[in-house]
């Protein structure tokens, strides 16, 4: 089958924010100036400041969703920074900016980095998608400007009230609590766009719109008989809920929601944005270096004999990093020319997410001391929870086949030249197609046996999506005629997952074990995710029952394909989710965590114990995985970090000459 642009969008559509081969974004690129996009776009930043500058107030190591917002505010009070990033400062604009491409973003080898971790630790017990060549299950991230704010399914729902409590009790520092962190959601909020999928587009497909209406029906919120002019014109915003409602996520409110996404006026809007709307502003203390990956962190001696972290070495290459597919070796020679080093007066923050955090703090000199041994790094710190606690969600679909394509679709070319659907999207038409993620509905629900807040989110979209895994995009797609549900299991109990060095080369990749499922071994926190995602597996089953019940004029039968109408009994449906369970919200690396914890990487204000002027920031940072989707949730923390490392500054900057900082 010819894999085409418009066969690629269903999967884009699929809100599984997935990954495909390198080419399917290559495809995506026209001439010079053939899709500009809707509205102007920020001039290109000076992305080469160590060309002529090498020292700084703060270095930040990594420019996504834990580093960028840290970064701003920093720059705001004053202090010199410099923002590193591995990747490139754009990419394909077009695959980029539109939220319907996210597919196409996950894939864009301009800014991709492929992992292939386990998710067991015996290779027997992983399913249909384990790679044998790379021995492992490829787990899609993004290094740009930006990090996985730049190809993620623009999803963004606030984190629960227990989510900020859970961390004031893991730390014991009652400052993190919900009345606190919701005035740093509320700073968020003061940069961050939030929209939601046009209305209009179930219009242009009564399937869809059968099988929203059944959701809405299903979770008790609609009463038939309904059609789909009535869901269309007054019902659908009238029945679906604002998931990030306050009142709402502290009453622990179920339901059906509508999906809010992260773009503005129909354009993505991540950290990239945030990071060149305020450099203009803020050319004297925000600097930027990309194709620049940190090889580790530079320790010296401090007056008490403290380690404390002076700079970062730095490698100046495009694709420097084994995860890229476009990765070129570079031998010790051309690694010595391309080699910078760059000193931070007052601090270091590392912001390299949940894998190339604990690796840069391994190569640093930082984790247990007999793993960096065994690759001959010399311990400057033994810590032993560096690179534990991996942590992730565990997600399934619910895949039904139509006997017919969507009617959405019809007319889309999906990037080829003259489309209609870019142009409605370039024109500013607010109900254009492609300003969608393509998730308009989405249902919060509590589990049995579980907390008094959601631990479920059932989303759908039509796609044939079935986990992350190459050449996924054309089997997800092909005859653009399925429907999934995603099934979302947040809490995950299961702690036991691991990032470890392969080797002491800054290049390499670690070696990656999520441990599902207590890494295969079973027993009661087992037990608990398997149970939970037979309900979110069952809700969804109810609500393709329901939307077959429905009498719309449409009717178009549907036959469940996976995990598949006989899959029923619970051993059955507990096998197939043990060996076709995927995620993509990997956390918890470098927890923070209680004084005497050995778990517990940081304190409360994200300082690596053991290390002076050295902190991490970004998704590793969390004792236990937060919220459904952690985003959000992120920008947070990194809003609180500002505050936190901008109070120590002035403090400092306070104490008498010779006292130590």
Known sequence: MTLTRRRLLAGALAGGAAVAAASTAASLRQGPGEFEGAGPRPAPLDTDALDTKSEYDYVVVGAGAGGGPLAVRLAEAGFEVLVIEAGPERTDPDVYDVPAFHLFASSDPEMSWDFWPRHYSDRALHGSRFDADHDGMLYPRASTLGGCTAHHALLMLAPETDDWDSIGRATGDPSWNALVMAGYERRVREWLPVETSPAAILAADPTLARIVTAALVESGQLAPPVSAVDLVHGELHGTLLDPNDPVGIEAGREGAFLVPQSSREGRRYGVRER????????????????????????????????????????????????????????????????????????????????????????????????????????????????????????????????????????????????????????????????????????????????????????????????????????????GGDHFSWAVVRGYADSQVGTVRLRSADPTDVPAINFGYFDDGRGGSTSDRDLAALREGIARARRIDATAAALRFTDQVPAVETFPGADVTSDADLDEVIRREAWGHHASCTAPMGRDGDPRAVLDSKFSVRGVASLRVVDISVFPRIPALFPLMTLFAVSERAATEIIADAERADRRPRGEPR
């Open 275 to 478: 990071l060149r709307e305020a450099a203009p502003r803020l050319l004297d203390t925000l600097s930027f270096q990309t194709d620049a990956l940190v090889e580790r962190v530079v320790l010296e001696p401090g007056d008490d004999g403290t380690p404390r972290a002076v700079g970062v070495d730095v490698l100046l290459a495009s694709a420097a990093y084994a995860a890229s597919p476009r990765h070129r070796p570079l031998d010790l020679d051309e690694r010595a020319r391309r080699r910078r080093r760059v000193t931070a007066r007052r601090e270091v923050v590392v912001s390299a997410g949940a894998f190339n955090t604990p690796q840069l703090l391994m190569l640093s000199g930082i984790g247990p001391a007999p793993h960096l041994r065994e690759h001959g790094i010399e311990p400057v710190v033994d810590l032993p929870g560096v690179g534990g606690n991996l942590q992730d969600r565990y997600e399934m679909t619910v895949v039904t086949e139509h006997d017919r394509p969507f009617a959405v679709f019809d007319g889309k070319t999906f990037g080829e030249r003259r489309d209609p659907g870019m142009a409605e999207w370039r024109s500013g038409d607010p109900n254009a197609l492609y300003r969608s993620n393509g998730i308009l509905v989405g249902l919060k629900q509590k589990v049995s046996g579980g907390s008094e807040h959601p631990e479920l989110f059932v989303f759908g979209a039509p796609s044939n999506f079935r986990g992350y895994r190459p050449g996924f995009a054309e089997d997800g797609v092909r």
